[in-house]
């Protein structure tokens, strides 16, 4: 028999549940579904059985990091809906919520701004090696030669890994430094990277030509290890990757041997492949890539504005009060597939 209480609703209002939240307090959240009529209960989940004895009382459930999995999803009882504060619903079992009926829905065009300028940032800080030249000057070294070689920015070419919304907004503020750009986007139509002035390759032709490559590619099953020891050794020798896209799209042991042997110049993350948010423990020393001074690991952060956070709160919060009272959500992952499913 279990020494852990059992969860008993305090109230006929509907339940809604945050799964986990690291940012302060959840009373944009709770001002928003309690003028629903919906009750919030606020945790701080570090794995999935986290969830377990909330689930089949719950009338919805948000989440950052917590991963709501199939374990959970079947555990519910009178869940409505689904709600994931940001874009991807990588860690929502969307299959199983489809099955159950249960909405998912997400928030998008939040931080299109944001992420674009923070992918921007940490391109030029390593393509102008501003790491060295401070790391130098700290040191007492005074010289230009502390970050050689440096290279123009105008005339080279940059590589552009999915082109979305984000990746249009990297697009329109790489070209104000003169670089040429690629793109690979499977699902993107011609025309519309020519009207970006974009040219649309192949993953193999925007590895070889390109002296960035700017990762923003979404996490699926296609794209994890996106880039891997055969990606890398095809790439241009100094190339400099940057992600701000999902970090197990790529391959950090790959890339380790990449930056390591030298065919590599730099990279930059914001986040590495093992995404800290989502362990309950985590260490720096778990992944090599730390070590390496030509490395830039940034936590999750490029989404990050006071804006834009509030706006992710705002618009998670709103989803559900809205399936709540009767209302369509503005953003759905699922709807379609669950008008498609027999009653």
């Excluded at 940490?122 to 790391?135: E, F, G, N, Q, S």
Aim: some cysteine.
């Amino acid at each position: 028999m279990s020494d852990q209480p059992t969860f008993v609703p305090r109230t006929d209002r509907p339940i809604v549940v945050i799964t986990d939240y690291d940012f302060g307090n959840v009373d944009v959240e709770t001002e928003i579904l309690e003028a629903a009529g919906a009750e919030v209960i606020a945790l701080q989940a570090k794995s999935e059985e986290d969830l377990f004895e909330v689930a089949p009382h719950c009338a919805a459930m948000m989440n950052q990091y917590a991963k709501i999995g199939q374990q959970t999803i079947t555990r519910m009882e009178r869940c409505e809906v689904i709600a994931r504060y940001g874009v991807g619903v990588d860690i929502v079992d969307v299959g199983t919520a489809t099955e159950r009926g249960i909405l998912v829905t997400n928030v998008q065009n939040y931080c299109t701004e944001e992420v674009a300028d923070h992918a921007i940032s940490l391109w030029l800080t390593l393509a102008r090696k501003l790491p060295d030249y401070d790391r130098a000057t700290h040191a007492g070294i005074w010289q230009w030669q502390s970050g050689q070689p440096v290279f123009r920015l105008r005339g080279r070419t940059m590589g552009v890994v999915s082109l979305g919304k984000i990746g249009q907004a990297i697009v329109a503020r790489a070209r104000a430094f003169g670089v040429n750009v690629l793109a690979y986007d499977p699902f993107l139509p011609t025309n519309v990277a020519t009207s970006l002035g974009v040219e649309l390759v192949s993953k193999a032709d925007l590895l070889a030509r390109s002296d960035y490559v700017l990762m923003q590619a979404p996490m699926t099953p296609d794209t994890h290890h996106f880039l891997s020891d055969a990606e890398f050794a095809s790439m241009k020798p100094g190339a400099i990757l940057v992600n701000t896209g999902r970090g197990p799209t790529v391959d950090n042991k790959a890339l380790y041997r990449a930056l390591t042997n030298g065919h590599l110049a730099a990279a930059g993350l914001d986040d590495p492949e093992e995404e800290p948010a989502k362990r309950a423990n985590w260490s720096p020393d778990d992944n090599p890539l730390f070590t390496l001074p030509n490395v830039l690991v940034t936590p999750h952060a490029a989404y990050y504005s006071e804006e834009s956070i509030r706006a992710a709160r705002v618009t998670a919060a709103t989803q559900v009060a809205k399936v709540l009272t009767g209302q369509k959500p503005d953003y759905t992952v699922n709807a379609e597939a669950l008008a498609a499913t027999p009653a």
